[in-house]
């Protein structure tokens, strides 16, 4: 059934409603959770239209020529990396783009040899199962909360946030200006300004907004788009800034891990105390369990 068809049965079935059933049944329909299953439904269909308009946008490996960067450093490791956008592309997607020869999930060890080993992938943004994991099981009710996702590139922690939480305010701050741009094309689309902004800006120039923020998220922000001692650097002013008392800090990977090769005057025992997550939520599915543990949550002390 279409739109205006639907619509056109709704007003229909109202009008048959008798006159002193209507108001409880409009009230019923304004505070019944009997809906929930369908407002989430649409909120992947939603998620997946989103990807797909960012898919058209974007070459495969979802770097941009503006992130040398990044290009360079992933040049460099050992091995050969496959970088894939995991909101933009799950397992069913690459597997269908290995049968079609447009990727392969294995390399060849000898040139020339059948001898192949399996290709590591990497992913720059949060996947929308772990995005869930993080709005449904890692943080509290957000109402009234601002959140602030360091280094927002295509804005998945922010759409998710939108369509699972009730933050008031989701702000990604991206110092990428083609992302940026991306970001905004998606908000406009969807309409999602009332609640979302992004600061096309390095994150070492927005003390206020890290210093309001009930919520930080850091997915992997620095390590491949930052040399070790702008990476540093950032680390300090965020322990610098975010220092409210009881704010959540979300990290991948682990705090230690992330300052772990730096040089930094950072005593985490003294900025934050971690709290142990459950990563067995969705034990019976078929799920990247490695994934959800690098997933850590802090609070601020
Ligand atoms: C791994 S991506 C994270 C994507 C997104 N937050 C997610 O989880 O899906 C890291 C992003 O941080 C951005 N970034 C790195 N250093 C930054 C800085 N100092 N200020 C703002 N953005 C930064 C990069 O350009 C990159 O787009």
Redesign the pocket.
Same mark, same amino acid.
């Given at each position: 059934m279409d739109l205006a068809s639907a619509q056109h049965a709704v007003l229909q079935l109202l009008g048959a409603v008798s006159t002193s059933d209507l108001a409880a049944l409009l009230d019923w329909m304004r505070t019944t959770r009997d809906f929930d299953e369908f407002i989430h439904d649409n909120n992947d269909i939603i998620l997946k239209n989103i990807a797909e308009d960012l898919r058209n946008c974007l070459p495969l490996e979802t770097m941009l020529s503006s992130?040398q960067v990044?290009i360079q450093k992933i040049k460099q490791q050992p091995e050969p990396i496959i970088h894939i956008d995991a909101?933009l592309y799950d397992d069913d997607f690459i597997d269908s783009l290995c049968e079609k020869g447009r990727m392969s999930r294995n390399y060849c060890t000898v040139c020339g040899s059948h001898q192949t080993a399996p290709l590591r992938f990497i992913?720059?943004? &949060?996947s929308p199962l772990e995005?869930k994991f993080i709005y449904q099981h890692v943080l509290p009710d957000l109402s009234g909360k601002v959140l602030v996702?360091?280094?927002?590139?295509?804005?998945?922690?922010l759409f998710v946030g939108y369509l699972y939480s009730s933050a008031l305010q989701l702000h990604?701050?991206?110092?990428?200006q083609d &992302?940026c741009q991306l970001q905004e094309m998606i908000i406009a689309k969807y309409k999602f300004m009332d609640r979302i902004k992004v600061h096309h800006?390095? /994150?070492?120039t927005q003390a206020s907004l890290l210093q309001n923020a009930d919520v930080v /998220?850091?997915?992997?922000? &620095?390590e491949? &788009?930052?040399d070790r001692s702008?990476q540093s650097r950032?680390w300090e002013y965020i322990s610098h800034n975010v220092r409210k008392k009881g704010t959540l800090l979300v990290t991948?990977p682990s705090l230690k891990e992330c300052l772990s090769n730096l040089q930094v005057a950072i005593h985490l025992n003294q900025w934050v105390e971690e709290v142990q997550l459950n990563y067995n939520i969705y034990a019976e599915k078929d799920i990247d369990r490695e994934a959800l543990e690098q997933i850590h949550l802090y609070k601020i002390v």
């Open positions: 992130e990044a909101f992913s720059h943004s &949060f995005l996702d360091v280094g927002s590139r295509l804005g998945p922690v990604g701050v991206e110092m990428n &992302f800006a390095d /994150i070492c /998220i850091m997915n992997n922000v &620095f491949y &788009f930052l702008e950032a991948v």
